[in-house]
C-alpha cells in the first residue's frame, strides 16, 4: 500500500482494495490514518464507494458489462450479489448457462499479455454479430488474466448460440489477435 501523492494521496486501486476490504494489516491501517487527515483522499473514498455501489446496481440491471478485478467481485459478492464464474485457457470452448437466480456472468481469460497495450475485447455470436466491445482495458506487467463481468439478465436474453470472445491488442506496433474463447452458450436452466 502506497500513500505517494497528497493532493489525492491514495492511489485509486488502493482504495479500492479498502472499500472491498481486501487491504490487511498495517496497509488498512496506514491507509485509515491518512483518510483521516485528509479531506480529499476521504472524499475520493467517497467516490470509490459510490461509483462500487453503482457497479453492483448496473450488473444486477443488465445495463453494463464491464472489466473488473478480484477486489471488486469480491465486493460484489459480501454484498449479495450472484456470480457465475467460468475459467478460460487460450483457444479453449467450454459450456456455459445462466441460472435464474445469477445476477452476474464472469469470464476468467487467461492469456500472456507481455508486451501489449491497447487491449480489447469483443463478444461475438458464431454467425459474427458483435454482442459487445470494451477497448482500452487496463492491464500491468504482471497481468495474466482479464475478468470480463456481463450481467446475466443480458445473458438471458440470448438464445442458445455458441459465442466468441476476441482479445486482440497493440505488440510491436501492430494490432493483433491475442486469444480467442468459445462459450457453448445454452440459455437459461432451471433447476
Request: with cysteine.
Amino acid at each position: 500500500m502506497s500513500v505517494e501523492r497528497c493532493g489525492r494521496g491514495a492511489s485509486f486501486a488502493d482504495l479500492v482494495d479498502y472499500w472491498a476490504g481486501d487491504l490487511t494489516g498495517a496497509d488498512a491501517a496506514q491507509l485509515e490514518a491518512h483518510l483521516f487527515e485528509c479531506a480529499e483522499c476521504a472524499k475520493y473514498l467517497e467516490e470509490v464507494v459510490a461509483l462500487g455501489h453503482a457497479i453492483g446496481e448496473g450488473m444486477r440491471g443488465a445495463h453494463f458489462q464491464s472489466i473488473v478485478t478480484d477486489s471488486v467481485l469480491n465486493r460484489l459478492s459480501r454484498d449479495g450479489v450472484r456470480i457465475r464464474s467460468y475459467a478460460f485457457e487460450p483457444g479453449q470452448t467450454i459450456p456455459c448457462s445462466v441460472w435464474p437466480d445469477d445476477d452476474l456472468v464472469v469470464s476468467r481469460l487467461r492469456a500472456d499479455l507481455t508486451g501489449y497495450t491497447n487491449v480489447g475485447l469483443v463478444l461475438a455470436r458464431e454467425d459474427g454479430v458483435e454482442m459487445s466491445r470494451i477497448v482500452d482495458i487496463p492491464i500491468g506487467p504482471e497481468t495474466t488474466e482479464i475478468i470480463d463481468a456481463v450481467p446475466a439478465a443480458r445473458l438471458r436474453a440470448v438464445p442458445s448460440c455458441r459465442l466468441r470472445l476476441v482479445l486482440s491488442g497493440t505488440r510491436e506496433g501492430r494490432e493483433q489477435v491475442i486469444a480467442e474463447y468459445g462459450l457453448e452458450h445454452t440459455g437459461t436452466e432451471t433447476r
